[in-house]
């Protein structure tokens, strides 16, 4: 058990471009989230997948977001067109049932110049 | 849209003095939980406690839960520089996801 593991660590872009974002999560987890964070704040639910289906997407996810979890293992979180309010900490946890402990990933930090 | 709310926003106290954080809800639950996070890292689970459980412990860790009032407390007894971080609570009210409120950042000073 490696722990999650999110890639890159920071990422810094200039508006209007594309990112993507990867997380693996432990390998038992069927489910998968993807929380956003920014600078004294909590965590904000965007999105959870159980396997490869996602099951609940947040207001706060607007048509630039998109995620995906193909094959039910690793997800991707991709930002289309970034803005400077996209800067955030992009969080991935997973957990083996709903409702029970997450696991967190050390996030990965956006900065859109 | 975020379940939780910490209070206090900030607590700054001495090494060896208690801590105490509260978590306030809005909706019924079936458990919640309470997580650390240090600086710039991803968060990390504390404890976990169900609506049937009204008080429960980990190490120096000690957290209660009233549904009445819809709100919980952590404690940290004997508090060390290394507890220097933010705590947050989570709760279920969505039933398939965990919200997390805006945290207490604590500050524990050697």
């Known amino acids: 058990d490696t722990g999650v593991s999110q890639d890159p660590r920071h990422k810094i872009t200039k508006r209007g471009q594309n990112v993507t974002f990867r997380c693996d999560p432990i390998s038992e987890h069927n489910r998968l989230y993807w929380y956003r964070q920014t600078l004294g704040q909590g965590p904000e639910f965007l999105t959870y997948?159980?396997?490869?289906?996602?099951?609940?997407k947040s207001r706060l996810l607007s048509d630039r977001f998109s995620a995906e979890r193909p094959k039910g293992s690793f997800s991707t979180l991709e930002i289309q067109r970034t803005e400077q309010g996209d800067s955030a900490m992009y969080l991935c946890?997973?957990?083996?049932?709903?409702?029970?402990?997450?696991?967190f990933g050390s996030g990965t930090q956006l900065s859109v110049l | 849209s975020q379940q939780g709310e910490e209070d206090p926003q900030a607590l700054s106290i001495q090494e060896g003095e208690n801590a105490t954080m509260n978590c306030s809800y809005k909706t019924s639950i079936n458990n919640l939980q309470w997580y650390r996070q240090n600086s710039g890292r991803g968060l990390v689970h504390l404890i976990l406690?169900?609506?049937?459980?009204r008080e429960k412990h980990s190490g120096r860790l000690r957290v209660t839960l009233d549904t009445s009032k819809k709100s919980s407390s952590l404690l940290i007894t004997a508090s060390r520089a290394a507890d220097t971080a933010s705590y947050f609570c989570?709760?279920?009210?969505?039933?398939?996801?965990?919200?997390f409120g805006a945290g207490t950042r604590l500050t524990v000073k050697p």
């Open positions: 946890a997973s957990n083996p049932l709903p409702r029970e402990k997450l696991f």
């Open positions: 406690i169900r609506s049937n459980e």
């Open positions: 989570a709760t279920d009210a969505n039933n398939n996801d965990m919200r």
């Open positions: 997948f159980q396997n490869e289906a996602q099951l609940e």
